[in-house]
């Protein structure tokens, strides 16, 4: 299958600058799988199945491009998809210091991987779901930030929230 890359997230929900360091990814390795954490300590808007169908719809184009959810530790969902890779975006340095522990964190745990970073492409470099979310709860648009496809889902979970 040649070189296989996981992008983890928790992606809540997937957004263009997600979108665009798999786009970049999938022309570097021969096989990238976004892998959706199922267990995670965010409060999340979307459920992990809705996150999952969300991300196939946006990245449906790229053959290479799988969507996966996983549970438990990263570290033995990269060992049984046996990737090489663990890909992550960085959009400013303030993310620098969270990744290089995380990358660290994956080594020691699953030696056979590394971490490859990838900067975000720099109109993107602000974008992150927990403000795309929060703008979109407050009637705010965020349309240039995500797929059509998860633009409606957003104006249809949030919107709904705001009226309760
Ligand atoms: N464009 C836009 N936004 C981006 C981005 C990009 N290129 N790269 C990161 N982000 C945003 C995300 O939207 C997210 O925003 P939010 O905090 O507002 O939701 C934030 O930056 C970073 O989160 P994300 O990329 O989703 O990763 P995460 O930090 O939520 O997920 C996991 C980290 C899931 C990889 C990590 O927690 C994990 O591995 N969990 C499994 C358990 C485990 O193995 N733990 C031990 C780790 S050593």
Redo the contacts with the bound molecule.
Sequence with gaps: MGTIAIY?????PI????S??VARAAGIFDHVIL?V?A????NTAFSTDERVDLARQVLAEYKNVEVRR?E?????FVRDCGAKAVL????AVS?FE?EFQ?AG??KK?VPEADTVF?P?TEN?SY???????EIASLGGNVAEFVHPIVHAALTERLGKRQKA
């Design positions: 983890p997230g928790t992606f809540d957004t263009k600058g997600h665009d360091i892998a954490a267990a995670t300590a965010k996983f438990g530790l990263l570290a033995h992550r975006g960085l959009r993310d969270y995380l964190m994956n745990l990838l975000t993107y974008i992150s779901s927990s403000l795309i979310r």
